[in-house]
């Protein structure tokens, strides 16, 4: 095995349509950096619960965080087990035939056990890093977390034990027969997310500066 | 307990953030008719898997779908427990501290048992109920599926026992004695994702007509 790529695992090998599966790290890396919105799937007494939340990446970790008083952060706090899936649904796939239909999209599904981030250093340089991957230099604009704030705000840190990668892109792939027959308008409708316009607290102080941040449209 | 509303259980009660969770119906299905894609949390010996796919309803009745052959569908068909979420991440709120910075977002909890949709008229009935909600028209301008191809399909259908939705909008709500003070832009970053411009599949028939679901950008 590579150093370099996930061991697929019965947990983490694709089974379904298994080419579109990867298992390098650069492959599961760049989904997790497509798109910050994840999932946290995780079990508490044998029942499934799936969380949306943030994620953010420092090398082979991976972070996601929420309330100290959330369902979710206070059961993975004690080490259980939890998916993490980052999915970018990129279009739909309009084929010949409705079992030919299709989604293109991005995801990756990494397995690991999450522990909270203890300390307050630790954990305001693994919010700092999210906060300046999202907005470069929002950090230093605002104020400092308060001791009270950050009791309130707990961090998770996962490192992959496992995890895939799963891609699909381009056209419909019809059966052969099809092509010649059937006169339907098929291709792909495409799903784009952008930043919209940006809209300003009415609060803000009078002659505050927009930051380079609120002039992206791609997202993210 | 209102017939209209979900009652609140240990597994759907909003913890955090409580007044932000709603369970009445109307809220819980706005949620899931907003945006087909979801995330699906099942759990096998014991460890948390989260697949996205395509969800739709009927009802009370929540469907989703995807090949037999899948990891997922192979563990849900037995009747096995899933939490099915829905998540419009609506933009990033920009606050004047770190910790109060949050996202807007419309996402709902689903918790059932679901089970395979048997007999190939009650699947293709569901199936249909999807694409017509989709791209209506579109059932009829492409071939039936085929007998194998509809074996090659599996619909799961769960009756959603208990549910929450939660909501965030509007602007960061920040500490009064920030207000006057921190110098930041402060306010929402919406996230906005609409239809992109169709690619058509190079081997369409010639002169074939434009349906009018591809004019569309709002999305769904």
């Known amino acids: 095995m590579s150093s370099n790529t996930f061991k697929p695992t019965k947990r983490s090998k694709v089974k379904r349509q298994h080419e579109r599966g990867k298992y390098d790290h650069a492959s599961v890396h760049a989904v997790l950096d497509s798109n910050p919105m994840c999932h946290i799937g995780y079990v508490i007494d044998g029942n499934p619960y799936v969380t949306p939340t943030l994620q953010w990446r420092e090398g082979e970790r991976v972070y996601f965080h ?54 307050r250093e630790a954990k305001e340089a693994a919010l700092k890093i999210m906060m300046e991957g999202l907005f470069p230099g929002r950090w230093d604009e605002v104020r400092g977390n308060s001791v009270q704030e950050m009791k ?10 496992e995890a895939s990668a799963k ?46 941040y609120l002039k992206r449209r791609k997202y993210p």
Chains 1, 2 share one sequence.
């Not at 309130?152 to 034990?161: G, K, Q, S």
């Open 167 to 212: 891609v699909r892109t381009g056209m419909p792939i019809d059966d052969d027969e099809d092509y010649d027959t059937v006169n339907s308008w098929n291709g792909v409708v495409p799903l784009v997310t952008t930043y919209g316009k940006a809209e300003p607290d009415p609060r803000n102080l009078p002659g505050v500066a927009t930051p380079a």
């Open 66 to 119: 929420g309330s100290s008083a959330s369902r979710m952060l206070r059961t993975v706090r004690e080490g259980v087990q939890v998916c993490l899936t980052v999915t970018n649904f990129d279009g739909f796939v309009l084929a010949r035939s409705p079992m030919h239909h299709s989604l293109n999209y991005r995801s990756v599904m990494c397995f690991g056990t999450a522990h909270v981030v203890e300390g």
């Open 152 to 161: 309130a705000t707990m961090v998770l840190a996962m490192d992959i034990e």
